[in-house]
């Protein structure tokens, strides 16, 4: 018999699918997504993956991959050429969380960020946004830099 092991978040109760780590690692070593989309599973109590996109898709395939009215957390892997002319790449967590969401979603999301984001270690950049046009493409090229 197999079980999925999580790591338990005593304070909201949620854990964190061991995929979750697994999938960041590969989006951040390997480059094999451009972005990893997260959502919590209620029943199960615990962070899980809801997509991963492939390393060829757009910055709007990802923004077209979030629930227009419901919370995500993500990981966006941006790459951008310095004045220099260097490829450099720097990973932002998202946390997603529309003002049309449930309120009891916003809470658990909000809850559950600080634990979550822990897991993921080598993040650059935390961006959290209510509304598309707070995670518009200058937003994150401004961060960046």
Same mark, same amino acid.
């Given at each position: 018999?197999?079980? @999925? ?5 005593? #304070? ?19 480059? /094999?997504? !451009?972005?990893? %989309?997260?959502? %919590?599973? =209620? ?16 910055? &709007? &395939?990802? @923004?077209? #991959?979030?629930? =227009? #009215? ?11 050429? /310095?004045? =220099? ?5 720097? %990973?932002?967590? %998202? ?30 950049? =935390?961006?959290?946004? /209510?509304?598309? #046009?707070? @995670? +518009?493409?200058?937003?994150?090229? +401004? !961060?960046?830099?």
């Amino acid at each position: 018999m197999a079980f @999925l092991r999580s790591n338990s978040n005593a #304070s909201s109760g949620m854990g964190v699918a061991d995929d979750c780590k697994h999938i960041f690692l590969e989006l951040q070593r390997k480059k /094999t997504h !451009r972005y990893v %989309i997260f959502k %919590i599973d =209620e029943k199960r109590k615990e962070v899980i993956v809801e997509k991963a996109g492939d390393a060829t898709e757009s910055y &709007d &395939d990802f @923004l077209a #991959s979030l629930p =227009e #009215s419901d919370c995500r957390y993500a990981i966006y892997d941006y790459d951008f050429v /310095t004045e =220099e002319n260097c490829q450099k790449s720097k %990973i932002f967590f %998202i946390a997603w969380s529309p003002s049309v969401s449930r309120i009891r979603a916003k809470m658990l999301y909000a809850a559950s960020k600080d634990r979550f984001r822990r897991e993921l270690d080598g993040v650059h950049y =935390e961006l959290q946004a /209510t509304d598309p #046009s707070e @995670l +518009d493409l200058d937003i994150l090229k +401004d !961060r960046a830099r």
